[in-house]
């Protein structure tokens, strides 16, 4: 639809499918959310299908299937400007999730686990039916329309109290941390004057390595305390 009301046809040919192919020649299978990235190009969220992209000539491709880890529904995405896209998604176990994809093709949940209503970081946190994403570009933060909750929510970046970090190691943070599609283990580096541990009672370093199991990482809590001089 241009600025002046004229509307044309873009991809797919009104036929329900998903096929790859150049403007009408394309396929979709009930597409329900679309954002564009910086350059132009645009991603749609199919509710019975995958994670489609449309270049600015009209090629049509397919970037993600639910079946491989997202099981069914994803139902709304918006796209960062490093380029990482993230999907709302009603799984068939019943939970309500956010999803990241990184450009290198690595998934992470971020936040959501069962269906409910709850605030709080990552997976620590509950949607009911999350239905339309948006990326806050002045803020870094992600917007959610969570329709079965009636609100709208937001996701900003994990942040840390280290006000509660005392000299004596006495209290340490914890961040929790899912990961799929992942063909490396997961590095992890500590800021300056902190050290992290996997698990309360592990030994902290400056850095450590967690292994996946087949390309996943699921609810991984790291630790993190002030540096033992």
Same mark, same amino acid.
């Given at each position: 639809?241009?600025?002046?009301?004229?509307?044309?046809?873009?991809?797919?040919?009104?036929?329900?499918?998903?096929?790859?192919?150049?403007?009408?020649?394309?396929?979709?299978?009930?597409?329900?959310?679309?954002?564009?990235?910086?350059?132009? /190009?645009?991603?749609?969220? =199919?509710?019975?299908?995958?994670?489609?992209?449309?270049?600015? #000539?009209?090629?049509? &491709?397919?970037? *993600?299937?639910?079946? #491989?880890?997202?099981?069914?529904?994803?139902?709304?995405?918006?796209?960062? #400007? %490093?380029?990482?896209? !993230?999907?709302?998604?009603?799984?068939?176990?019943?939970?309500?999730?956010? !999803?990241?994809?990184?450009?290198?093709?690595?998934? !992470?949940?971020?936040?959501?686990?069962?269906?409910?209503?709850?605030?709080?970081?990552?997976?620590?946190?509950?949607?009911? =039916?999350?239905? +339309?994403?948006?990326?806050?570009?002045?803020?870094?933060?992600?917007?959610?329309?969570? %329709?079965?909750? *009636?609100?709208?929510?937001?996701?900003?970046?994990?942040?840390?109290?280290?006000?509660? %970090?005392? =000299?004596?190691? &006495?209290?340490?943070?914890?961040? /929790?941390? /899912?990961?799929?599609?992942? &063909?490396?283990?997961? !590095?992890?580096?500590?800021?300056?004057?902190?050290?992290?541990?996997?698990?309360? #009672?592990?030994?902290?370093?400056? =850095? %450590?390595?967690? &292994?996946?199991?087949? +390309?996943?990482? /699921?609810?991984?809590?790291?630790?993190?305390?002030?540096?033992?001089?």
């Amino acid at each position: 639809i241009t600025l002046d009301g004229e509307v044309s046809t873009l991809a797919g040919n009104g036929f329900p499918g998903t096929v790859d192919a150049v403007g009408i020649n394309a396929q979709f299978l009930f597409p329900n959310d679309i954002t564009a990235d910086p350059s132009g /190009s645009l991603y749609v969220t =199919e509710y019975y299908g995958p994670l489609r992209k449309i270049l600015p #000539n009209g090629t049509v &491709s397919t970037l *993600h299937t639910p079946g #491989n880890a997202f099981d069914l529904f994803q139902t709304g995405v918006a796209i960062d #400007n %490093m380029f990482s896209i !993230y999907l709302s998604v009603q799984l068939g176990n019943g939970n309500n999730a956010i !999803y990241k994809l990184t450009p290198d093709g690595a998934g !992470y949940q971020i936040a959501g686990s069962s269906t409910g209503y709850l605030d709080g970081i990552g997976t620590n946190t509950k949607f009911f =039916e999350p239905t +339309g994403l948006a990326f806050d570009y002045f803020n870094d933060n992600i917007i959610v329309a969570d %329709m079965g909750n *009636h609100r709208i929510r937001q996701l900003t970046k994990p942040s840390l109290d280290f006000s509660k %970090m005392t =000299e004596n190691n &006495s209290v340490a943070q914890v961040i /929790s941390f /899912s990961g799929s599609f992942l &063909s490396n283990n997961v !590095y992890l580096s500590a800021p300056n004057g902190y050290e992290i541990a996997i698990g309360e #009672n592990a030994p902290y370093s400056g =850095e %450590m390595s967690i &292994s996946q199991n087949d +390309g996943e990482l /699921s609810s991984i809590k790291i630790y993190i305390r002030l540096k033992n001089n």
